[in-house]
């Protein structure tokens, strides 16, 4: 693995990043004439990060939804998310989907995927409901990594009114964090969907983000072939294939339903 081409990734201005982010929220909520942001709070790097950025920028036009199935979501992932909410000052409420997945369940013939990803739909269902009822758009909590290899939930944890933090990759997303000022311990965490129990994403993708955003920056930044890749990334062509793949495969999730041309 390319070790020099990882850290030229990672080295960012993140001050102006934050600023321009701000600035895209605070044009976005003027120009749909908003009153404010909601979103989901999983506990995990990504959402924190979306948390931090709303804590400094729109603290009293921002409702975080913290939404566990107290089933299958690890203890320390609720004490985090809430831990960061009173940290931040921000506005929550915390509602447990066990129950609502629960009782969809009892209706549907089981699929152990298919059931996990409906967790990411139900709190889709939620997050647009207080969209609604307030007259608040729904910020997505995808980076680069995970939005590029298609790894989110469709119309789950990929339904969105605005994405951020979609142009910066995990690795950036990071030391994005760090600047930010977010706790460690969210930081160092694996990172997880939390769509089942033990559910990680390096262990479902099968390599580490480092290898995932290098192999991406190579494919899709600097619009190398795949064997090029492979050897600027100096990761073997397979698993650069794999990576590729799923970028093709994944396509569908990134675009808005496919339109019969008549």
């Known amino acids: 693995m390319n070790k020099a081409l990882l850290k030229k990734i990672t080295k960012k201005d993140y001050q102006t990043i934050q600023n321009k982010i701000e600035q895209f929220l605070a044009d976005e909520i003027s120009q749909r ?10 506990g995990g790097i990504d ?24 089933k299958i979501t690890p203890k320390n992932d609720i004490e985090d998310a809430l831990k960061l909410v009173d940290k931040l000052g921000l506005d929550y409420k915390l ?29 889709s269902n939620i997050l647009y409901y207080y969209a609604n009822s307030k007259n608040l758009l729904v910020l997505g909590s995808s980076d680069r990594s ?27 997303i990071r030391e994005f964090a760090k600047s930010l000022g977010v706790p460690d311990s969210i930081i160092s965490k694996k990172s997880s969907p939390g769509l ?26 600097k619009n190398l072939s ?21 970028y093709k495969k994944s396509e569908h999730k990134r675009i808005t339903a496919t339109i019969c041309q008549l």
């Not at 990060?49 to 107290?70: F, H, N, R, T, Y």
């Not at 089942?196 to 930044?221: F, K, M, P, R």
């Not at 600027?232 to 294939?241: M, W």
């Open 196 to 221: 089942w129990q033990g559910h990680l994403a390096e262990d479902e993708i099968g390599l580490s983000y480092e290898e995932v955003d290098l192999i991406l920056h190579c494919i899709t930044d």
């Open 95 to 123: 509602i447990d989907i066990s129950l609502v997945h629960s009782e969809y369940s009892k209706y549907l013939e089981p699929n152990p995927l298919a059931l996990g990803n409906l967790r990411a739909r139900i709190r």
């Open 47 to 70: 959402s924190a990060v979306i948390a931090a950025l709303c804590a400094k920028s729109l603290k009293g036009k921002s409702l975080a939804l913290v939404m566990p199935d107290s």
């Open 146 to 172: 995970e939005y590029l290899i298609g790894y989110f939930t469709k119309f789950g944890d990929g339904a969105a009114d605005l994405l951020p933090i979609v142009s910066l990759y995990k690795t950036q």
């Open 226 to 246: 795949l064997q090029e890749t492979a050897n600027s990334a100096e990761i073997d062509l397979s698993i650069v294939d794999k990576i590729h793949k799923l």
């Open 33 to 42: 004439q908003s009153a404010g942001v909601v979103f989901g709070l999983s």
